[in-house]
């Protein structure tokens, strides 16, 4: 919410825009420091040319938590408060702003180096992230995220918006990477947000075209190669740029909103196709669908999956609903109640890329989860993969394998005590394959078996695979007698 309806507005035209004063912080506000951004770019007037301009911005982080317990005004009373700290390192190298209930912004008129910048940030951060006290007496820590853009770094023509724009992604920027960060807009950063823009425009287009697919890659019992399920994994041909990795367009997808809307086409597509082939093969395969944090932690998550069930008419008990290891560690509340109603359906969970997480002991602990999906990189490299020292702890008995083979061992051994089965995946070779199996893996997937298949061609796998189980059948017939399920 733009708190300009708290700023003393004068007329809407002219100058008094210059005179306007945010009534809880004393500070320009928002609509002025635009004004103020787009003279710096343009000089006032034609009175003098432009400078060099900057601007920062401090996002808090922390506000509303800091103030939910309090009466109402203690926001505001927050506010000032980091305001009058932040005026007081900022002097008079640069005009300060309340951009929004948790945003300053810093404008530099004519700024000689970064440097002179980010020593400020670097000043602001320290002074803001000092406990803070009410008149309430409560003693409040909040931290900083700070974002700096220079003219420099943007196209000559940049507008104010740009910059502004440019301020944001660097602070964007600076959140994700962590607390009390400060990051600097550079035309990386641009481009890519740019890029980002480009994909969700087209990546809607395509939802609503209908011009994505979802392909199919089995997993398969790692002894005898047969094939237990597929994995659904969605395909973008982009008309120009071509196959777009869902690595790079699933974020996208979550920043433009359009994660659930993907995410119900993947699942009903699965489900529908993975119900196909088990009855018409005769053989309950599972279909193994990915979700995303933002995709769990939709309200109607569950009752999409129930009525793709019901629709499909594909058995709880054969979807499983795959979540990266990296999206519920942010939300272990969410992601334990969604886990469980999905339980209640009978549907089973999997936790994907197990081993790239941060602290994947623990929370298995507290969260039901029935398959671990353990990362390609504890089979890919014989040796220790680096995200695994993390996780699993340095004493594990040794085998007579390599320390790669003794962690793989060490997994699956502690999958088997918490009555977890564990998938390998990305498996690319016979090697690979007899390492999972000499560790106690039965079922995964990989190259080795098959790449993600279009439907006509998993399809054709599944018809080879009976082809064969009908002539061992008759076979085992004709030798003994009897038929195969006797
Ligand atoms: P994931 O769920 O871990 O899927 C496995 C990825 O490994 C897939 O990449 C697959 O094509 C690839 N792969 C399979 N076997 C091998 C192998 O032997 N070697 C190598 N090098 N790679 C192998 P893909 O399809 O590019 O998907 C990347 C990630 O994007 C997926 O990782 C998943 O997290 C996400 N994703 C894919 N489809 C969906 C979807 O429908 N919804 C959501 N939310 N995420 C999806
Ligand atoms: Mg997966
Ligand atoms: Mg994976």
Not at 39 to 49: D, F, I, K, P, V
Not at 155 to 182: C, F, H, K, M, Y
Not at 205 to 218: T, W
Not at 265 to 277: G, K
């Amino acid at each position: 919410m733009r708190w300009g309806h708290k700023s003393r507005r004068g007329a809407a035209s002219g100058e008094s825009w210059r005179e306007a004063r945010d009534e809880v912080t004393g500070l320009v506000p928002y609509a002025a420091f635009v004004h103020l951004v787009a003279e710096s770019l343009t000089g006032h007037a034609g009175t003098r040319s432009a400078g060099r301009p900057a601007v920062l911005l401090v996002d808090l982080e922390g506000v509303a938590e800091a103030t939910a317990a309090e009466e109402h005004p203690a926001g505001d009373e927050l506010l000032r408060l980091v305001a009058t700290r932040v005026a007081r390192e900022v002097g008079s190298l640069g005009v300060l702003a309340r951009m929004s209930d948790h945003q300053l912004g810093v404008l530099f008129a004519d700024l000689s180096a970064p440097a002179v910048a980010l020593d400020l940030a670097y000043r602001i951060s320290a002074s803001v992230s000092a406990p803070l006290v009410l008149a309430s007496q409560r003693r409040v820590q909040l931290s900083v995220s700070c974002g700096l853009v220079t003219r420099d770094a943007l196209d000559p023509r940049a507008t104010a918006s740009d910059l502004l724009r440019g301020a944001g992604l660097a602070v964007r920027e600076a959140r994700r990477q962590g607390r009390n960060r400060i990051e600097v807009c550079t035309p990386e950063l641009v481009a890519v947000a740019d890029e980002t823009l480009a994909i969700g425009k087209d990546l809607r287009q395509a939802l609503q075209e209908k011009g994505l697919r979802v392909c199919y890659q089995p997993l398969v019992d790692l002894t005898h190669g047969s094939v237990l399920g597929f994995e659904a994994l969605v395909r973008w041909s982009h008309p120009v740029h071509g196959h777009v990795s869902p690595s790079r367009f699933v974020p996208v997808a979550e920043e433009f909103g359009l994660i659930s809307e993907l995410g119900t086409m993947v699942l009903s597509t699965a489900t529908a196709q993975v119900q196909q082939w088990s009855s018409t093969f005769r053989i309950p395969l599972d279909a193994h669908v990915n979700f995303s944090g933002v995709d769990l932690a939709q309200d109607g998550f569950v009752d999409t999956v129930e009525a793709c069930l019901e629709a499909s008419g594909l058995p709880a008990t054969q979807l499983v609903v795959e979540i990266t290891e990296a999206t519920v560690e942010p939300d272990l509340e969410t992601a334990r109640s969604r886990f469980d109603a999905l339980h209640d359906l009978g549907v089973r969970v999997a936790l994907d890329d197990f081993g790239t997480g941060r602290s994947a002991l623990s929370y298995l602990q507290s969260l039901a989860v029935d398959i671990l999906k353990v990362d390609r990189s504890y089979i890919d490299s014989v040796d220790q993969p680096a995200a695994v020292s993390a996780v699993v702890p340095s004493d594990l008995p040794s085998g007579t394998g390599t320390r790669g083979d003794d962690l793989l061992r060490g997994v699956v051994a502690f999958g088997q005590a918490l009555g977890i089965e564990v998938y390998g995946e990305g498996i690319e070779d016979e090697e690979q394959r007899l390492r999972l199996r000499r560790a106690g893996c039965d079922i995964g997937q990989g190259y080795l078996f098959a790449r993600p298949l279009p439907a006509e061609d998993a399809a054709a796998l599944l018809r080879g695979q009976a082809a064969v189980a009908d002539t061992l059948g008759a076979r085992l017939i004709a030798a003994e007698g009897t038929p195969r399920s006797a």
